[in-house]
């Protein structure tokens, strides 16, 4: 089995060249009709503990460190783990009257949503410590960083563009699937010019072009939890891209375990 490597560059550095889903999405349409949709499937390589206290919002690896965003208002965190044990390096809780959602790494920093309370914590990366906080309107789901840009949702179609050091909107686009509009997008992962989303509720995860808005594949990663880890665990949410490959780190809210995997027709 692969054993998630220690040392590697921000996820937002991972060239797409190493993403190795353009490849995947003309195999996947060479078998079916032209211009449909490829549909991916999940094939797991490794099985990692998971802290299963853990409410997953945001999960990201920078550097042979884990990163996860938690939520919940009075367990809210943020910590940063070894990514093989699931070792906890270091963590912050948020104050009491904040529901963390996700979070992302911009450099030297971290980025930390919170669901209704309408702010997001910036933080050094190295101790966790907020820096300072952010205010913005509407509700805070996922974030992602595509080198340049945040890439936030909140819960709607919409996908919203940020500057990283001011948080500011500097443009948005509505997600669309086959023409319909896809809502409920909850946990990003930016990764080789692509968006990947969690769909709050449910086993799928979109591929989305940022520029255009469009799904470009969908995953089903219905199936990965055994039956007898089922009892109590929440929902798929949780996908971190492990920078240099085409691989990716799945859970979800109170799992017992992460999944290495990749995506494949």
Known sequence: MLTVGVGVACTAQVPAQHDGQDDREQTDQGV???GSLPHLRVEVINVLPHDRSSF????EIADGTLYEGTGLRGSSLVRAADPLSGAVRHEV???????????????????????????????????????RRVEYPGEGWGLCFDGQRLVMSDGS?????????????????????RGAEVDELNELECAGGQVWA?????????????????VTAVVDAAGLLPPEQRAGADVL???????????????????????RVRFVP
Do not use: C, Y
Not at 157 to 177: I, Q
Not at 237 to 257: Q, R, Y
């Open 56 to 59: 997953t919002q945001g999960l």
């Open 198 to 214: 969690n769909v709050w509720g449910s086993d799928e995860i979109m591929r989305i072009d940022p520029a255009s808005g469009r």
């Open 157 to 177: 179609d919409r996908l919203t563009f940020r500057d990283p050091v001011t948080f500011a909107p500097v443009g948005e686009v509505s997600v669309t699937r």
């Open 93 to 131: 809780r948020l104050p009491a009257g904040f529901f963390g959602e996700g979070i992302t790494v911009t450099g030297d920093r971290i980025w930390q949503l919170t669901w209704q309370e309408g702010v997001a914590f910036e933080r050094d990366r190295a101790s966790l410590q907020e820096l």
């Open 32 to 34: 079916g009709h032209a």
């Open 237 to 259: 949410n949780g996908i971190a891209a492990v920078p240099g490959t085409d691989e990716f780190l799945l859970t979800g809210k109170n799992w017992p375990s992460m999944f």
